[in-house]
């Protein structure tokens, strides 16, 4: 079974700086697909940014990019120009490939989350 | 468009009793999945409906079941509550199932607590 890491319950930034968010998973599948989700006081879960495994180029969505290192199976979020906005608690998750032989392609496994406040 | 609605928003059971929670997909989406979020466990899949028909479970008791209706409507139902039962439900939906790479849209969860 796959299972994700985030090793940071809590992180803090200034607003206007940029922080980085870790997220670890160990898999033994070779096809799959990374997730940030972005979870508000609001309770809604909102995608950020997704990464295919197969691409080597990272994903980047405006402020926000991620660092993928395959072999080492880490996924990290660089948030740039940080907003009082971005404060939330963040998700690392994994999903299999549809046919590359996974066993949960049809469902997201997440990590434990990062709270990330931002100061003025 | 209308986003993912769930209904209730909170809701307060007492253990041994029923509970029904709805949730109502995005116009045209037709796959559901359901999450329990808890401070202890984080979120894990209930398991997903597209076409009314159930495509995956997630590793929970029998006492949790869903069904999906021919408007795409889904509902879960958990029967004798336990207080560990207490969380965040949270319903996605997407226009395909979720194994063809389509893109998840959430609902804002229903806050369930076991007394």
């Known amino acids: 079974a796959q299972t994700v890491t985030q090793s940071q319950p809590e992180m803090s930034v200034q607003e206007a700086e940029t922080v980085t968010l870790s997220c670890t998973y160990d898999t033994s599948e070779s096809d799959y697909y990374l997730f940030w989700y972005k979870q508000p006081p609001s309770r809604q879960m909102i995608l950020v940014i997704r990464q295919e495994a197969y691409k080597q180029q990272n994903a980047t969505e405006n402020r926000f990019s991620v660092n993928f290192q395959k072999a080492a199976k880490s996924f990290s979020l660089k948030i740039s120009d940080s907003q009082l906005g971005d404060a939330a608690m963040y998700f690392c998750a994994y999903r299999s490939a549809l046919g590359a032989g996974g066993t949960s392609y049809g469902k997201l496994t997440f990590g434990q989350g990062t709270i990330l406040t931002v100061h003025p | 468009k209308a986003g993912v609605t769930q209904t209730p928003r909170y809701l307060i059971k007492t253990r041994g009793q029923q509970v029904t929670l709805s949730c109502s997909p995005i116009s045209g989406h037709r796959s559901v999945s359901w999450y329990q979020q808890t401070p202890g466990q984080g979120l894990q899949f209930l398991f997903e409906y597209f076409s009314e028909t159930q495509r995956n479970k997630g590793n929970f008791p029998g006492r949790f079941s869903g069904r999906q209706f021919s408007n795409s409507r889904s509902e879960m139902n958990v029967s004798t509550l336990e207080l560990g039962d207490s969380a965040l439900y949270l319903c996605?939906?997407?226009?395909?199932?979720?194994?063809?790479?389509?893109?998840?849209?959430f609902g804002s969860g229903t806050q369930l607590s076991v007394l």
């Open positions: 996605a939906s997407s226009l395909r199932p979720v194994a063809t790479n389509e893109k998840l849209f």
